[in-house]
């Protein structure tokens, strides 16, 4: 069985600064890696995904995660927090072979980026 | 629309009533599921769909009733709920079933349970 770990449930910072959203995954086989963003009254919004390859992906908005197999961590990291990202942040994970499609989601992190 | 719909936002019933939810994707999927999404917990995936066919059943209680008439519908009929079912009900869809497919979520509906 896999499970997700988010080690923050809340994360409150100033606008401008860095933040990194911590993610720990346990598997017993291959993974896809996801993070998913949930702004206020709305549906969640996948951010962005790792499939294969390299192991830093980034979303268009400025955040990047870093697959990490050894840590089985894959961190979400942005350098400079806008207002606007305030949101509940999503760690899922899926396996990468066979038939099981399913995703096994975090808690979730609350990031809250204050003026 | 664009996207996937889901009606109503907002829902309020007694645990005598029977309701349903609705959701509609306008991407034209293949595959679609219902999640509950509770308070400081995990989303939990209830069922999924693909090509009209409930492939998954993840152990979800008699009074959550699925219904998939076709690729872009999915309704979730309510009967004798109870208070610990009130949650954020998402629908989400994807254009297959398999990991690397990404899913599409609905803004959900907040169910509260009287």
């Known amino acids: 069985a896999q499970s997700v770990t988010q080690l923050d449930s809340q994360v409150p910072v100033f606008e401008e600064a860095p933040v990194e959203l911590r993610c720990n995954y346990s598997s017993s086989v291959s993974v896809y890696l996801f993070w998913y963003v949930q702004y206020p009254n709305q549906g969640l919004q996948l951010l962005l995904k790792?499939?294969?390859?390299?192991?830093l992906v980034e979303s268009i908005n400025g955040f990047e995660a870093e697959f990490n197999k050894s840590q089985t961590s894959f961190h979400l990291r942005k350098p400079s927090v806008h207002i606007s990202d305030t949101a509940e942040y999503f760690c899922?994970?899926?396996?990468?072979?066979?038939?099981?499609?399913?995703?096994?989601f975090g808690k979730g992190t609350l990031l809250t980026v204050n003026p | 629309e664009t996207g996937v719909t889901q009606t109503p936002r907002h829902l309020v019933m007694g645990m005598t009533n029977k309701k349903s939810l609705k959701c509609e994707q306008h991407l034209g999927h293949n595959a679609m599921y219902w999640y509950k999404q509770s308070a400081k917990k995990p989303l939990e995936l209830m069922f999924v769909?693909?090509?009209?066919?409930?492939?998954e059943n993840n152990s979800v209680p008699s009074r959550f009733s699925p219904e998939c008439p076709n690729s872009s519908h999915l309704f979730l009929h309510l009967h004798t709920l109870q208070p610990e079912d009130s949650a954020l009900y998402l629908c989400?869809?994807?254009?297959?079933?398999?990991?690397?497919?990404?899913?599409?979520f609905g803004p959900g509906t907040r169910l509260t349970v009287t």
């Open positions: 790792y499939l294969s390859g390299s192991t």
């Open positions: 899922a994970v899926s396996d990468s072979g066979g038939s099981n499609y399913k995703l096994t």
């Open positions: 769909y693909n090509f009209k066919e409930q492939t």
């Open positions: 989400a869809s994807s254009q297959d079933l398999g990991p690397s497919y990404e899913q599409y």
